[in-house]
Structure formats: structure tokens, C-alpha cells
């Protein structure tokens, strides 16, 4: 009897997990950093990448990363993230970038488009599923 309660606890609290990590193994290519229209300068579409509870982000120069946890209701918690230190040039919006980047608190899910909020319910980047 107590395995067959265990194995249901189990079952159940991995059923829990999968449905708050909607964001996992999940691409989006940017179009809006802070209500403004993103064109992608490099030679690459800037884009936001959701794997295995880690998130890498460029917007064409260097490499974002952060590890994440996807809560309740679109919560999300972004960790300490770093990124590679080369010299960008100021058009594709690098510094701006990182700093919304790093105030995302939530997001919501609209079809193939995310939108990121900050704390105060802030629109800050706006993506579309590549």
C-alpha cells in the first residue's frame, strides 16, 4: 500500500512540474524592447532560448545566460546571469537589452508571442516563437 501511495505522490508532483515549465525548450525571436520595435543588426535574429532551466539570450553581439524558475501564474525568476564582455556596437541595444533582461519577473503567453513584465507589471520585451 505504501508504494502504490508513494508512486501516486510521485506521479502527481511530476505532473505539477511539467505544467509550470511551459517556457522549456522554448525559442522566441525578439521584436519589442521596451515598447519600442527591435530590428535585429546581426548576423543573427536576436532571440531568448528556454532549455533545461537555463535561458540564453543575444541581440546579435554577445551571449546572455541565466538560469530560471517558472512559478505560478507566469512568474518567473531569473538568477544571477552573466554574459561574454565583447565590445558591441551601441545600434543593437545591448546595455538596454541586459537591463530588461535581468528585471523580467513574469510573462504571458499570447499564441506564438510572449510578452516579459518587470515587478510592476512593465512591458519589457516582446517575442515571437521561431
Known amino acids: 500500500m505504501k508504494k502504490i501511495i508513494f508512486a501516486l505522490a510521485a506521479a502527481i508532483l511530476v505532473s505539477c512540474t511539467a505544467a509550470t515549465n511551459v517556457l522549456d525548450n522554448q525559442s522566441f525571436e525578439i521584436v519589442e524592447l521596451n515598447d519600442t520595435e527591435y530590428v535585429s543588426l546581426g548576423d543573427k535574429p536576436a532571440y531568448i532560448l528556454f532549455q533545461d532551466g537555463r535561458c540564453n539570450a543575444s541581440v546579435g553581439g554577445n551571449s546572455i545566460?541565466?538560469?530560471?524558475?517558472?512559478?505560478?501564474?507566469?512568474?518567473?525568476?531569473?538568477?544571477?546571469?552573466?554574459?561574454?564582455?565583447?565590445?558591441?556596437?551601441e545600434e543593437y541595444r545591448e546595455d538596454e537589452f541586459i537591463e530588461a533582461?535581468?528585471?523580467?519577473?513574469?510573462?504571458?503567453?499570447?499564441?506564438n508571442t510572449i510578452v516579459f513584465f518587470d515587478k510592476d507589471g512593465k512591458k519589457l520585451i516582446k517575442a515571437e516563437k521561431k
Do not use: H, Q, W
Not at 523580467?104 to 499570447?110: P, V
Open 101 to 111: 533582461f535581468n528585471a523580467i519577473a513574469s510573462f504571458k503567453i499570447d499564441g
Open 65 to 89: 545566460f541565466a538560469d530560471y524558475t517558472e512559478g505560478k501564474n507566469g512568474a518567473l525568476e531569473m538568477g544571477v546571469g552573466g554574459s561574454t564582455r565583447m565590445l558591441v556596437p
